[in-house]
């Protein structure tokens, strides 16, 4: 279906002038969203850094759990499901952790390889916080979207596919970015 527009197929044995409506490629309806999911991801790289300097372990329960029960407040006041909410940024936080602790560990290996310099973790956590309000409102705009069975599904696969092969992604970012869209549709 790639390269046919506004989503419609012919009819293999009908008159060249009819067509089958598929409802369109969804794919771009959660590119927003997924671009957001990507930059997140990519930020995990600074978190990686400035914990590899700090010392500090990947996990941070009570920096999760702050994250968590705002989100869940901030989904009541946008009228869309705590619980989903919830599950979606628990993902993008298990997605940053997939990031964080490969990096970790190739650098632990390869130390030519680490970084020189380690970034403040409190300028990396404003970023994550702009993005979280940011994800807020895409979730809220791909809200019905995301609770359409397969067309999510669909639409989250070109999205993903097309995110990743925007930024480059490498084979430890794209596994965080499977593990950042287990609970977006």
Known sequence: MVGLSAGVMPVADAAPQQVVQLGGVPGDQLNGLTELVVQRILIADDVAASKYFSGKPV??????????????????????????????????????????????????????????????????????????????????????????????????????ATAAARHHVDALHRAALRTASTATC
Do not use: M
């Open 59 to 160: 996990d941070d329960p009570v920096r999760e759990q702050q994250i968590l029960t705002s989100v869940r407040a901030s989904a009541v006041q946008l009228g869309i499901d705590a619980d989903e909410t919830a599950a979606f940024f628990q993902a993008q936080i298990d997605a940053s952790k997939v990031v964080q602790r490969g990096l970790l560990a190739y650098w632990a290996a390869h130390p030519d390889q680490a970084p020189t310099t380690g970034p403040d973790l409190t300028v990396i956590r404003q970023k994550l916080d702009a993005l979280t309000t940011q994800l807020l409102t895409e979730l809220v705009r791909t809200n019905n979207l995301r609770h359409s069975g397969l067309h999510c599904d669909v639409a989250l696969i070109v999205a993903d």
